[in-house]
């Protein structure tokens, strides 16, 4: 499957953006999708995760409350809405794809987009 991010931008602390992620190649529903982050000089860091049909939804403790992952199996489309930006989400966002159920570890995704950049100003 290939992935492609996109809807970054620059945003005001305690404003929004929706990110969005299309996927093209196998069918869609076969995959639990994430969104990772990775600031400058950190590692890659798990931000939430929706399985196959949608109906289970995995945040890190970090966003939960302000950010919302959703997905069309119709569309092949994740998104994360993200409410209430604060300057340390920062970072480049990837999506990405694995086999049936997910995790939080980078390691175990098979696919990847080509990230999107968010940067939050104070």
């Known amino acids: 499957v290939q992935l492609q991010a996109s809807g970054g931008g620059l945003v005001q602390a305690g404003g929004s953006l929706r990110l969005s992620c299309a996927a093209s190649g196998r069918p869609f529903s076969i995959y639990a999708m994430a969104w990772f982050r990775q600031a400058p000089g950190k590692g890659r860091e798990f931000v939430a995760a929706i399985s196959l049909s949608g109906g289970a939804t995995y945040y890190a403790d970090s966003v939960k409350g302000r950010f919302t992952i959703s997905r069309d199996n119709a569309k092949n489309t994740v998104s994360l809405q993200m409410n209430s930006l604060k300057p340390e989400d920062t970072a480049v966002y990837y999506c990405?794809?694995?086999?049936?159920?997910?995790?939080?570890?980078?390691?175990?995704?098979?696919?990847w987009g080509q990230g999107t950049q968010v940067t939050v100003s104070s």
């Open positions: 990405a794809a694995r086999l049936t159920y997910y995790t939080q570890r980078p390691g175990d995704y098979n696919y």
